[in-house]
Structures are given as structure tokens and as C-alpha cells.
């Protein structure tokens, strides 16, 4: 199993340029999540998925969307880049129940200029 | 609003000392508390969680303590090794069903020769 991949692994933009960041994982996880770690902040939730299909928003979602069209893929659009978005994205995902490990991907470190 | 306080933000210790990181936490939802250890340029990784029903858990050099009434919970290095040097965050996850993880800002350990 390769766990969580996660592509680019650098990016830089221009302020107003749109990307997406890519999530897969292969493990047949249920829960997938998005965190962005800024430096002595800790990890924030932007978004989440319980499943194909659902998601919904966690604690700083604006500026962000997500889609989930298959079990394996969760990818993060940036629509419109700003300064305040430069961080490293990390994508993770779980086994649904309380308990089980959440695996986290190696992470994208994108820089907004 | 921060829901999962951690300090020190910063630790030095000597080569087979003790490591002691503290966190503490408002929300009685929270029901499940993992410790996550960071290396640089990777994700985070899984390295010991405890349920509060239980006031200790122990995996090797790796101890939690949970105290439910004062709603608090530390992590235990014993024997610091410089290998232990790293980022470790703790977290919790409330109840619900969603398993997001809530991570507090993070401690950097150092653990000198």
C-alpha cells in the first residue's frame, strides 16, 4: 500500500492563480480530511469527507473547496490564491470508528507571492 | 478560539532525561486523544492515544496521563533519546462521528547528546 500520496509537493503562485492540490489513498479509507500547518499554529481542519459524495466544511474553510467523487480521491481547490494561503497542506484519512489511526500524506508546501 | 492548550511551546532536554509536555482542554465532548510526533518534511505520524476512561497508558518509553476532572493530559518521554527530537502535538477528537482531529500548537523537542 503507498497510504496517502499527496501531489505537488512544492508549488509556487501568483496571487489570483487557482490550483488543485491532490489526495489519493488506497487503503479503501471512508473519512478523508484536509489540514493546513502553519508554523506554531498546529493543524487546522479546512475540510472533511465521511464519504463519496459528502463533505463539509471544518475550521477554516474560505478560500477553499473540495469535492469527492470516488473513495480514493479527495482533491483541494484554490480558486483564487492569496498571501494568507501560503502553508503546507497535509491530506489524511481513516478508517471510520473512533480509535483507528488517522494516516497523514508527506504534504504540499505552497508558497503565494 | 483554541480548544486543545499545549505547552511548552519549546523543550531542551539531555540525552536519557524526561520529556514532559502538557496539554489541557475545555470541550467535554472531546472523547478520544492521540499524541502525534512530526519530523521535519514529513506528516504527522500516530504515537499513542487514550481513551479517558483510562488515566494512564504506557508503550514503551511512551507514557499519557489523563486526568478527566482537571481535563488535562501529558505525554512522557522517559529516556530521551536524540531520535525523539521532533514536533509532537496533541489532539482530540469529540464525539459525533467525524473523527476531526482538534490539535494543539505543537511542542518542538530537543533532546541534546
Known amino acids: 500500500n503507498a497510504g496517502v500520496t499527496q501531489t505537488p509537493k512544492f508549488r509556487i503562485l501568483k496571487i489570483g492563480q487557482s490550483m488543485t492540490l491532490q489526495c489519493a489513498q488506497d487503503?479503501?479509507?471512508?473519512?478523508m480530511y484536509w489540514y493546513r500547518q502553519d508554523p506554531g499554529m498546529g493543524l487546522k481542519l479546512i475540510y472533511y469527507?465521511?464519504?463519496?459524495?459528502?463533505?463539509d466544511k471544518g475550521e477554516v474553510p474560505n478560500g477553499y473547496n473540495v469535492s469527492r467523487s470516488t473513495t480514493e480521491d479527495f482533491p483541494l481547490r484554490l480558486e483564487l490564491a492569496a498571501p494568507s494561503q501560503t502553508s503546507v497542506y497535509f491530506c489524511?484519512?481513516?478508517?471510520?470508528?473512533?480509535?483507528?489511526?488517522?494516516?497523514f500524506g508527506p504534504g504540499t508546501r505552497l508558497t503565494v507571492l | 478560539q483554541q480548544q486543545v492548550k499545549q505547552s511548552p511551546q519549546s523543550l531542551i532536554v539531555q540525552k536519557g532525561g524526561i520529556s514532559i509536555i502538557n496539554c489541557a482542554y475545555e470541550?467535554?465532548?472531546?472523547?478520544?486523544f492521540p499524541w502525534y510526533q512530526q519530523f521535519p518534511g514529513k506528516g504527522p505520524a500516530l504515537l499513542i492515544a487514550?481513551?479517558?476512561?483510562?488515566s494512564e497508558k504506557k508503550e514503551g518509553r511512551f507514557t499519557i496521563s489523563f486526568n478527566k476532572s482537571a481535563k488535562q493530559f501529558s505525554l512522557h518521554i522517559m529516556d530521551s533519546q536524540p531520535g525523539d527530537s521532533a514536533t509532537y502535538f496533541c489532539?482530540?477528537?469529540?464525539?459525533?462521528?467525524?473523527?476531526?482531529?482538534?490539535f494543539g500548537k505543537g511542542t518542538k523537542l530537543t533532546v541534546n547528546p
Open positions: 489524511a484519512s481513516i478508517q471510520d470508528g473512533l480509535g483507528n489511526e488517522q494516516f
Open positions: 487503503m479503501n479509507h471512508n473519512y
Open positions: 469527507s465521511v464519504g463519496a459524495g459528502i463533505t
Open positions: 470541550n467535554t465532548a472531546f472523547d478520544y
Open positions: 487514550i481513551r479517558p476512561d483510562v
Open positions: 489532539a482530540a477528537i469529540p464525539g459525533g462521528g467525524s473523527e476531526k482531529l482538534v
